[in-house]
């Protein structure tokens, strides 16, 4: 794929619900599965695809993902032939409706696309957790001499779909319609990867500077009988990450074996920024049963169907139920947690008792005390 030119591109959440994770970070760099962000995959999957070209559009709040992504060099792009450029972007949202993909953003980083010298691109959000090799998408993309080749899912919805959501209607082979959910529903659901000349990238571009249309996704719903748009079909486990119930779900999706087996035990890693850090130490008489723990941790309470993050403290007498806890945080003594998603460098005081439930985790902010 030496002709491809990644791009990942700057996405808000869909709704508030994910706001008190998102004031100091991007959805990007939000934290997951006890050591990742959900970056990490989508830019995984585009390097273990073979990808050397990759640029990522960063957001107002930028310190999250230069600190977690650097260099590039945990994803092997930090060689004089393979890089990383950290692009800048802007809001996706316009009169009151979110662009899903922002032609703004591509126009003002024209100059990456320029300098990269592929033909083609391939765009893809960072709130996707799935494990995916593009190559075979693109051999489809160039067997079918498209303009456009769009990836979807078929009869798999992605959790909580939104009525801006978008699916596939084909015809003799080619996408034929683009549809919202509220006004269509085929089964094949774009999944928000798909490949692109560059030439007619370029091309869209320019018209909708004259056209003031800003979602890529409509310029290509618009010109859907002038473009040779194909599919390309994903047969794995994908789940998209836009709202609070939808980051729940597919956490908890990790604790399932055969989903993390797909995820993160394949042939094709998915890289994250290293620390070092101590094993975990668990102190009698802590219990661990179907949990993700991360290290650096010291556990000495019960903690059951959960993912905590790297150097939590959890005191004797505490129960860990249904609950995302995130990196650093302290669990006093006596505590009780059954659906609860807490932000880092949280402190729960001895004998609390917090339960939400699981369509509405109770959720706390980053550095709360209570």
């Not at 585009?46 to 640029?55: A, D, E, Q, R, Y």
């Not at 709202?243 to 797909?262: A, F, G, H, P």
């Not at 806890?325 to 609860?340: F, P, S, T």
Request: aromatic fraction near 8%; proline fraction near 2%.
């Amino acid at each position: 794929m030496k002709n491809v030119a990644g791009l990942i591109l700057n996405v808000d959440g869909e709704d508030d619900s994910l706001k008190d994770f998102l004031s100091h970070r991007s959805l990007s760099t939000l934290p997951f599965g006890g050591r990742y962000r959900l970056i990490d995959f989508t830019l995984s999957n585009m390097v273990n695809s073979g990808l050397s070209h990759i640029g990522v559009i960063g957001s107002h709040k930028y310190s999250s993902l230069v600190d977690h992504l650097g260099t590039g060099k945990e994803w092997s792009l930090s060689r004089k032939t393979q890089d990383l450029s950290i692009l800048s972007g802007s809001n996706n949202y316009h009169i009151g409706r979110l662009i899903k993909v922002n032609l703004r953003n591509l126009q003002n980083n024209r100059g990456f696309l320029d300098a990269t010298g592929a033909k083609h691109v391939l765009i893809a959000t960072p709130n996707l957790v799935t494990t995916f090799d593009f190559r075979n998408a693109y051999d489809i993309h160039l067997k079918n001499d498209s303009d456009i080749t769009l990836i979807f899912k078929k009869d798999d919805p992605l959790y909580h779909l939104k009525d801006n959501d978008l699916y596939l209607e084909f015809a003799k082979n080619r996408v034929s319609g683009l549809h919202f959910k509220r006004e269509h529903t085929t089964g094949h659901f774009f999944t928000e990867m798909f490949f692109i000349k560059k030439s007619i990238l370029m091309e869209l571009l320019d018209l909708s500077e004259r056209t003031g249309d800003w979602d890529l996704l409509d310029m290509i719903k618009y010109n859907i009988d002038t473009l040779r748009v194909f599919g390309a079909q994903h047969t794995g486990y994908i789940k998209r990450v836009n709202c609070l119930e939808n980051y729940m779900k597919t956490s908890m999706d990790l604790l399932e074996y055969e989903i993390m087996q797909e995820l993160f035990l394949g042939k094709n890693s998915i890289h994250t920024k290293i620390k070092d850090n101590h094993p975990t130490l668990y102190e009698d008489p802590a219990q661990v049963s179907n949990s993700i723990v991360g290290s650096g941790c010291i556990i000495e309470g019960n903690i059951t169907h959960s993912i905590i993050f790297r150097d939590t403290k959890m005191n004797v007498g505490s129960h860990i139920q249904n609950s995302i806890i995130m990196q650093r945080c302290d669990i006093g003594r006596n505590v009780n947690l059954n659906y609860v998603v807490m932000d880092k460098d949280t402190k729960i005081s001895d004998h609390t008792t917090l339960v939400g439930k699981p369509h509405a985790p109770i959720v706390l902010k980053k550095g709360t005390v209570i």
